[in-house]
Structure formats: C-alpha cells, structure tokens
Nanobody
Framework: QVQLIESGGGLVQAGDSPRLSCAAS????????MGWFRQAPGTAREFVAA????????YYSPSVKDRFTISRDNAKNTVILQMNSVKFEDAAVYYC?????????????????????WGQGTQVTVSS
C-alpha cells in the first residue's frame, strides 16, 4: 500500500533551518504531485508548499514564500521541505501528501481534498 513517511522534525530554535523529508513507497512517485501541509494546535490544517510531478513547478503559501523551498528527487521517491529562518508561528505538525498528477492541479494544489494519500506527520517545535 501507499506509504508516505515524514522525518526531520523536532525541536528547533527560531532562525534555524530544519529540513523535512518525505519518503514515498507503494506508488509511482513520478506520477504524483507532492504537497506539504501543516497544522498547529487548535487550528485547521493549512497548505505550505507543493511541487508538480516533474518538479518543474512549485507553489508556496505567502507565509512561507522566500523562506521555505520544496524539492523532489524522483529517483529516490523523496520530497524535501527546506525551512529557513523558522519563526514561532511555523511550529506545527507537518504532513506530506500525494496527488495523482492532473492537468488542472494548478487550480487545487492548496486544497487538502485534492490529495490522495497522506503521511502521519512530523512535529516541528520552535523555541527561542
């Protein structure tokens, strides 16, 4: 079955640059667009970043644009979220998600319902 396993979370300091990874198995990775979402306590899950199946196009939430970078390695079935200059408000559980590639992905990349598979999440805690 499909598995998405996130790693790289933990306790970081404000201003640090943690790197989250998501290892995918059980699917043809190169056929899937990949996204990162996050959920802080008491809030709804929100879109963070996404990357198309080919890696040729990326999307970001305004709150992380210019600080976070999403990338993927289709040979290793891995998607990376490089977080730079983390802030207290970046603390959350970060989820990796996979969406089978469709031509209209640019219209729903930020919507949870557009994704077919989800990981269990990795916690990022930000301290001063």
């Amino acid at each position: 079955q499909v598995q998405l396993i996130e790693s790289g979370g933990g306790l970081v300091q404000a201003g640090d640059s943690p790197r989250l990874s998501c290892a995918a198995s059980g699917l043809t990775f190169s056929r899937y667009n990949m996204g990162w979402f996050r959920q802080a306590p008491g809030t709804a899950r929100e879109f963070v970043a996404a990357i198309r199946a080919s890696g040729g196009r990326t999307y970001y939430s305004p709150s992380v644009k210019d600080r976070f970078t999403i990338s993927r390695d289709n040979a290793k079935n891995t998607v990376i979220l490089q977080m730079n200059s983390v802030k207290f408000e970046d603390a959350a559980v970060y989820y990796c998600a996979a969406a089978l590639n469709r031509a209209d992905y640019s219209g729903y990349y930020y919507q949870q319902r557009g994704y077919d598979h989800w990981g269990q999440g990795t916690q990022v805690t930000v301290s001063s």
